[in-house]
């Protein structure tokens, strides 16, 4: 057998790469399948889904939150998250309904919206999911409160879902000043 020199396997590669190339020009060309991810949780006793790069974590409900004086109901407290003071808001409450039960499956979303860094308290959350654009559908009928945070909506598992904006209610006037 001949010894080959690196210039005679580098033309040797740059042929196979050639004949491949020719080969597969007839094969299809696959569209890749875009996916919309979002957290789904529940609230005011209606599953929902946050856009998932609205919510920046997911936290277990602080054991210690100090109460602020002259605050609306649904501003629970301050919390502090690895040295970060965390206003924590029942969203629930926020919307006009029962304040959440704290449980072992209630979850603080975080958000950071245009310097509005806030954690919501929901009752449950079930995780992340991925959605393909055919899942996409119309909005349901809902009440104003929570209607007017809303952005479309996904089937999931034979139901609708709305598309709850964090970034929305981040830019909510009523949100944003908790006093009284």
């Given at each position: ?22 080969h597969s020009?007839g ?9 919309w991810?979002?957290?789904?949780f ?5 599953g929902v ?7 920046k974590?997911i936290l ?8 602020v004086?002259g ?8 919390a502090?998250?690895r ?8 969203l ?28 919501l308290?929901v ?11 055919q899942q ?28 709850f ?10 949100f944003r000043?908790?006093?009284?």
């Amino acid at each position: 057998m001949t010894e080959r020199t690196p210039a005679d396997l580098l033309l040797l590669l740059q042929d196979i790469e050639h004949r491949s190339q020719q080969h597969s020009a007839g094969l299809p060309k696959e569209k890749p399948e875009q996916y919309w991810e979002g957290v789904l949780f529940s609230v005011v006793g209606m599953g929902v889904i946050a856009p998932l790069n609205e919510v920046k974590e997911i936290l277990n409900y602080p054991s210690e939150l100090t109460r602020v004086p002259g605050t609306r109901d649904w501003l629970l407290g301050m919390a502090n998250i690895r040295g970060n003071l965390l206003p924590i808001i029942d969203l629930q409450q926020f919307l006009g309904g029962m304040p959440v039960v704290i449980g072992r499956r209630s979850r603080v979303l975080v958000i950071n919206h245009q310097g509005l860094y806030a954690g919501l308290l929901v009752g449950n959350v079930e995780g992340m999911r991925h959605f393909l654009e055919q899942q996409h559908t119309g909005v349901p009928e809902l009440s104003n409160n929570i209607r007017q945070f809303v952005q479309g909506a996904y089937e999931y598992q034979g139901a609708i879902r709305p598309v709850f904006s964090m970034n929305l209610l981040a830019e909510n006037t009523e949100f944003r000043v908790a006093s009284l």
